[in-house]
């Protein structure tokens, strides 16, 4: 297919090593076998040891690492306390708040919070144009370390790896320091107002808000014309080294943020450099990509620093709108889902098979007077990819006055349109909307006929703070420009896989949107160009073959999904570790292999497949090797 590059990459048997290999943001790791991937829940140094990066909410990558490790060294005990960083002031605090709600018998005095600005005489020119280095750090005893790494990890507040690194040069070269060792008595104030229209005036403002690309003007940065980097390589550090330099520039990264919002309403479908595309008018096929919902506008699209914080964050501006109440998760969700609904506010109501039983239940409750705050789901579910009843669900959200919030990373908005049913979208652009597996990002939309349109709206002028890193913005406009085209050979892949694992007796159960018996209801919001999408999972008679099959099979093995390459992964192993039995009740047996397709050659994922499989019917051997 013209504009795309064919993937048919020799399968990384390195563990520990980063997926994609050479990639020093990756966002997955090589667990290249069943064994591996035990030995890693089980928390064995041969695995442990070797890990050169993991998904970001679940491993801390080195470079924030380091960067912590620095701060406590210059601030703190480095034999009592660790400490946790954020990007800004409000995240810190809430870690605070959450390390002290959750250990109540801790003294919270031994807690503290440090902010790090520019050092205001080592500015450089025109600094109101370039992308300061801000940080804030919570430093703790060591013995709450659970505690904060499970803030980090359910609410994706922390800081990105990226600007850990641009912090950590600022820190040596003594351009960014702690803000109490700085004297400002004449330091001018931001003035009051919606914190996206503050510009970034003093050592006072914490964050950027402007850049999150609100309003639809843009200018001109004659920084973006220098060709691309000579080696290629998709996340190579030169990208932004040799284009931009060190000193960012605000300019081009609200560029990148208004391109990524624009792409998301379905207004910008041109692949092409900025700032360029902005100008770029709507092809006369954007109608069938755009919402379907009067009033909708990319002003309604909100960016966050990966997928799982824009879920956090809905859920605090619906408990600060409506109340606390209780939630609904409904249907067997990503697990930090139901953490969150469960461990901040009122708690959750878990209906994990989300069939059309649990349906009747919840309106019998709520028939009967019960009171809830919303119904999260996600459309398909992972990694089971079955589909909740929209229809259904928005009628008794209607009558009973709850929010319906739709989680759509694994559909994806080109496939399937969801708004009209609810009242919030939000979703990773992590996976497939980026497909490099080399940056986060996350989103968050309102439906403008919401009946708490305006409250959320009012909400998210006021407390809204743009925290998605300048430099994660560029890497994540610059991998999304060919969205469209990747999502449409991923999908007509993850058929053609779904097919042949059909076909196998081994496998016991092949779960994909295509062949669920929940088809009906993803057709309800299939649009006529989508499809069903490049997630699918199966599960097999005997755990021997799943093991097997998975030691044989010749693709990218790790965390995440949505990526350009088939990434494969034993996910209840992964996710459900320790509760088994748990999830077994809710369909995720401990067999499960979950597939996220790529862009490979049909051919070739013909092959690799047919490999994996013959390997089961010939026995297998020892298979795999570690």
């Known amino acids: 297919m013209p504009g795309l590059v064919s993937h048919d990459l020799p399968w990384n048997q390195t563990v520990g090593d980063t997926v994609p290999p050479n990639t020093p943001h990756a966002v997955s790791v090589s667990l290249p076998t069943w064994r591996s991937n035990v030995a890693y829940e089980e928390g064995e140094s041969w695995v442990l040891d070797k890990m050169q990066c993991g998904y970001p909410r679940f491993f801390i990558h080195k470079s924030i690492d380091r960067f912590a490790t620095s701060i406590v060294q210059q601030h703190g005990d480095p034999e009592t306390e660790k400490a946790m960083l954020f990007p800004t002031k409000s995240c810190g605090q809430g870690c605070i708040d959450f390390l002290i709600h959750q250990n109540p018998n801790a003294d919270g005095?031994?807690?503290?919070?440090?902010?790090?600005?520019?050092?205001?005489?080592?500015?450089?020119?025109?600094?109101?144009k370039r992308v300061l280095p801000r940080a804030v750090t919570v430093v703790y005893p060591k013995g709450l370390w659970p505690t904060a790494k499970v803030f980090w990890q359910h609410t994706g507040e922390g800081l990105s790896s990226r600007q850990a690194e641009f912090c950590q040069k600022a820190l040596d070269d003594g351009s960014m320091v702690e803000r109490s060792t700085l004297s400002q008595p004449n330091t001018p104030r931001l003035s009051k107002g919606p914190k996206r229209y503050q510009r970034p005036l003093s050592l006072d403002h914490g964050v950027p808000h402007a850049t999150n690309g609100h309003g639809s003007g843009h200018q001109n940065n004659t920084d973006e014309s220098s060709g691309p980097t000579e080696n290629g390589v998709p996340d190579s550090v030169l990208f932004v080294e040799e284009r931009f330099g060190r000193n960012l520039d605000i300019t081009m990264a609200q560029n990148a943020k208004l391109a990524v919002r624009r792409r998301i309403a379905g207004s910008l479908t041109a692949n092409e450099e900025l700032p360029q595309s902005l100008d770029t008018q709507p092809s006369e096929d954007m109608n069938q990509r755009e919402r379907g919902v009067p009033g909708f506008s990319v002003d309604d699209i909100y960016l966050y620093p990966m997928g799982m914080n824009a879920m956090y964050h809905t859920h605090r501006a619906l408990r600060s709108t409506i109340g606390e109440l209780p939630s609904i998760m409904y249907g067997f969700p990503y697990i930090d889902t139901l953490k969150v609904l469960e461990k901040f506010g009122a708690g959750a109501v878990f209906y994990g098979h989300g069939s059309a039983?649990?349906?009747?239940?919840?309106?019998?409750?709520?028939?009967?007077?019960?009171?809830?705050?919303?119904?999260?789901c996600e459309f398909p579910s992972n990694p089971l990819l079955r589909t909740p009843d929209l229809k259904r669900i928005r009628a008794l959200a209607d009558k009973h006055s709850f929010a319906v919030v739709v989680d759509e990373t694994i559909g994806n908005f080109l496939n399937v349109n969801v708004l009209p049913y609810a009242d919030v979208v939000f979703s990773s652009l992590t996976k497939i909307f980026s497909g490099d597996c080399n940056v986060m990002g996350g989103s968050m939309i309102l439906n403008p006929?919401?009946?708490?349109?305006?409250?959320?709206?009012?909400?998210?002028?006021?407390?809204?703070?743009?925290?998605?890193?300048?430099?994660?913005?560029?890497?994540?406009?610059?991998?999304?420009?060919?969205?469209?085209?990747?999502?449409?050979?991923?999908?007509?892949?993850?058929?053609?896989?779904?097919?042949?694992?059909?076909?196998?007796?081994?496998?016991?159960?092949?779960?994909?949107?295509?062949?669920?018996?929940?088809?009906?209801?993803?057709?309800?919001?299939?649009?006529?160009?989508?499809?069903?999408?490049?997630?699918?999972?199966?599960?097999?008679?005997?755990?021997?073959?799943?093991?097997?099959?998975?030691?044989?099979?010749?693709?990218?093995?790790?965390?995440?999904?949505?990526?350009?390459?088939?990434?494969?992964?034993?996910?209840v192993i992964l996710a459900h570790y320790n509760e088994l039995e748990w999830a077994a009740q809710f369909g995720c047996e401990a067999s499960l292999v979950r597939f996220s397709i790529g862009l490979e050659e049909p051919g070739v994922l013909r092959r690799v497949f047919g490999v994996a499989l013959d390997a089961i019917g010939a026995g297998g051997g020892e298979g795999g090797g570690v």
């Open 357 to 376: 039983d649990d349906l009747d239940d919840l309106e019998h409750r709520l028939d009967s007077g019960e009171k809830i705050l919303s119904l999260f």
């Open 449 to 571: 006929q919401s009946r708490y349109h305006h409250a959320l709206k009012h909400y998210q002028e006021t407390e809204y703070e743009d925290k998605l890193f300048e430099e994660d913005a560029l890497y994540l406009e610059r991998n999304s420009r060919d969205f469209i085209l990747r999502t449409d050979r991923i999908n007509s892949n993850a058929e053609l896989v779904a097919e042949i694992l059909r076909s196998h007796p081994a496998i016991k159960q092949v779960n994909h949107p295509k062949y669920s018996p929940t088809k009906h209801l993803y057709d309800v919001c299939k649009l006529p160009s989508g499809g069903y999408g490049g997630l699918l999972s199966c599960t097999f008679h005997r755990m021997r073959d799943a093991q097997l099959f998975y030691d044989y099979l010749e693709t990218q093995k790790g965390p995440s999904l949505g990526t350009n390459f088939t990434l494969s992964s034993p996910f």
């Open 109 to 128: 005095s031994h807690i503290r919070l440090l902010e790090f600005v520019p050092h205001p005489e080592k500015l450089p020119a025109a600094s109101l």
